[in-house]
């Protein structure tokens, strides 16, 4: 009987943990159900972002320098929460993401025209979301 209490707590506790993991394993950063407001901020911040990463790199800024406004970017247009653009904010982080590869390996030119290609596609999302 002691061992059939022990196995069942032991299931309980189990079950309790599994159910428990997802909401400590969320995602930091990404807002819930955004109202209109904050989308189109988050939106500017993103382009803000974009643009600083691009202005860094023609300026012949660090390499740690741009790596980190690389980073920001991406981080910052993470927290564009609408459906309506998703799939383009997806392929301008893309191009972000392979900008970033492309200015570790030290092909800075090539890095530039993706970054070119990802603040126009910042600026497409933003007129896609107010156009919508």
Known sequence: MGLLKKLVMA???????LAVAPSAMAKIGKVENQSQSEVAQSLIDTIDAAEAALAAMK????????????KKTKQTAKTI??????????????KVS?????????????A????EQAVKGFK??????HNF
């Open 59 to 70: 300026n012949g800024a660090d390499k740690d320098t741009v790596m980190a406004l690389l």
């Open 98 to 110: 392979k900008a970033r590869g492309a200015y570790k390996k030290g092909q800075h030119e090539k």
């Open 11 to 17: 299931f309980f506790v189990s079950f309790a943990m």
């Open 81 to 94: 929460e609408s459906s309506v653009v998703l799939a383009d904010r997806d392929r301008a982080l893309g």
């Open 124 to 129: 497409k999302v933003k007129d896609k979301y």
């Open 112 to 115: 530039e025209e993706l970054m």
